[in-house]
């Protein structure tokens, strides 16, 4: 199977789980809760203006699930305010730009990465033992190599 071939097949099947990226596009990050459970990140909501996106670590099998909902269909309560944390102060404010997933080679679609204000990921979130652990991307600047003679 060529390279083409195998980039539609898998933009076919990955198309219902990435459309919630779509339906964020361009909108404002308002806020972050975090839900935990027994010590564990379980849920994570970014809400945006009418739509949140929510990343949900699955326990049975340590994936991502992963949804846009209306906010207003959301549950309030068990919920925690994250906004603030180190992870997302720097991106309250902006506008979503991509949202990636992640798989690894066992084929387990086990994280996200995402952007804001532009296409360069800045927040990772991956479920490791039934939890979503939360990492900041940040590029390092490249040092000009040096002839060493």
């Given amino acids: 199977m060529h390279m083409k071939d195998v980039k539609t097949e898998v933009a076919k099947t990955l198309a219902p789980l990435l ?11 308002r806020a972050v809760w975090r839900v935990v459970v027994d010590g564990s990140v379980e849920r994570v909501l970014l809400d945006f203006d009418q739509i949140s996106l929510v990343v949900e670590a699955d326990p049975n099998t340590d994936t991502v699930e992963l949804w846009a909902e209306d906010k207003t269909k959301i549950r309030a309560a068990d919920r925690m305010d994250a906004s603030d944390s180190p992870t997302w102060r720097s991106v309250m404010g902006r506008s979503f730009g991509w949202g990636w997933i992640t798989m690894n080679q066992q084929g387990y679609c086990d994280g996200v990465l995402l952007s804001f204000d532009g296409i360069t990921p800045q927040i990772m979130l991956n479920v490791t033992a039934s939890s979503i652990k939360e990492s900041k991307i940040e590029s390092l ?8 003679r």
């Fill in 19 to 29: 459309d919630c990226f779509h339906r964020v596009s361009g909108q404002i990050l």
């Fill in 141 to 148: 600047p490249i040092k000009p190599l040096t002839n060493q």
